[in-house]
């Protein structure tokens, strides 16, 4: 079964990522690289990709047939989705045993949420 891992920041994260030296900011992209490179290695990874910085963002709204945009980022939020694994593998309890492994788990937020097939039944 497939799992989404959503990894969201929030301000206390970004605070303490800011924080760090140049040094153990290193040593944190490194291991996220391991911990994905062990993902790929086992088959469990489908796709692993970090999001660019929340300004970037561009919300989409449909109104009377025409396509508006608004800018990010926006003040009510307190977490910005920052990143995402896709997983493979053969249970929740595994993808939620990935979760944990992902530093955000202890100071930012991250959840597991499975895939459902197109008609909505589980995969």
Excluded at 18 to 45: C, I, N, W
Excluded at 69 to 94: N, W
Aim: proline share 4%; glycine share 8%.
């Amino acid at each position: 079964m497939k799992y989404l891992i959503l990894i969201y920041s929030n301000p206390m994260s970004r605070a303490l990522w800011a924080g760090f030296s140049p040094t153990e900011q290193a040593a944190g992209f490194q291991y996220y690289a391991a911990l994905t490179e062990e993902l790929a290695a086992s088959g469990e990874l489908v796709v692993a990709e970090a999001l660019a910085d929340v300004a970037t963002t561009k919300r989409v709204h449909l109104r009377d047939g025409q396509t508006l945009t608004t800018d990010g980022p926006f003040a009510e939020a307190k977490e910005h989705l920052m990143g995402i694994y896709l997983v493979q593998c053969a249970s929740l309890e595994r993808a939620v045993a990935i979760a944990g492994r992902i530093p955000e788990a202890e100071y930012g937020l991250v959840e597991v949420r499975p895939i459902m097939a197109l008609g909505g039944s589980d995969m």
